[in-house]
């Protein structure tokens, strides 16, 4: 079934909600949140499966198997198609479109979910900036500037728990509140 409702990586309307004190004190003190250096937007293309995220409204009727599927477009832009399984066993999907805000090696980008005459409006573009991402293009992090939300991408639905736990240090030391974090399920 496909929906016009946001399933993933949609942080609308940040601006208007407050960054909270992280649970760890790490956020207040972090400073401006980093991104990688640049992003090969090529090779990230395809499938990324959800590992886990920070919760938020707009997932709430997603019970796991969440994907992103991520297609380069002749303009530069990438098309988005987000997937999840809901309690009923059907499927949400939503599509999205992607910009590069900077150059072409830019890490951050904005999604919008909304239709395409409201693209003029600010508002209707939320902030997708990869702040983690290994040079193999397997495992990435995504987040935005007042770090509210956060995503864990995985080429596949397991990660190796060491390379997940280096993960969740370097994301700990941004000034994510790590105690937020919680699991996708990506397995019956």
């Known amino acids: 079934m496909k929906t016009t409702l946001p399933a993933l990586l949609l942080p ?44 938020n409204d707009f997932q709430k009727k997603c019970v796991g198997f969440t994907t992103a599927t991520y297609s380069l477009r002749e303009d530069g832009r990438v098309d988005v198609l987000n ?20 150059g ?14 409201l693209s003029w409006l600010p508002m209707v573009w939320g902030d997708y900036w990869v702040i983690d991402l290994d040079p193999e293009y397997q495992l990435a992090a995504v987040s935005e500037p007042k770090r509210e939300y956060l995503w864990i991408l995985s080429r596949t639905p397991k990660v190796d728990p060491a390379v997940y736990d280096a993960l969740l240090g370097r994301l700990r030391a941004k000034g994510l509140d790590m105690n937020r974090l919680v699991p996708t ?4």
Do not use: N
Request: aromatic share 6%.
């Open 185 to 188: 399920r990506q397995a019956e």
């Open 104 to 117: 072409a090696t830019s890490p951050r980008l904005e999604v919008r979910f909304a239709p395409a005459i």
């Open 83 to 102: 997937r999840c399984r809901r309690a009923d066993g059907s499927t949400d999907a939503a599509d999205a479109i992607a910009r590069q805000v900077g």
């Open 12 to 55: 609308l309307l940040l601006a208007s909600a407050p960054l909270a004190q992280a649970a760890d004190g790490a956020a207040g003190a972090a400073g401006p949140l980093s991104t990688i250096p640049s992003l090969d937007v090529k090779r990230y293309m395809g499938t990324w499966y959800e590992v886990a995220k920070f919760p």
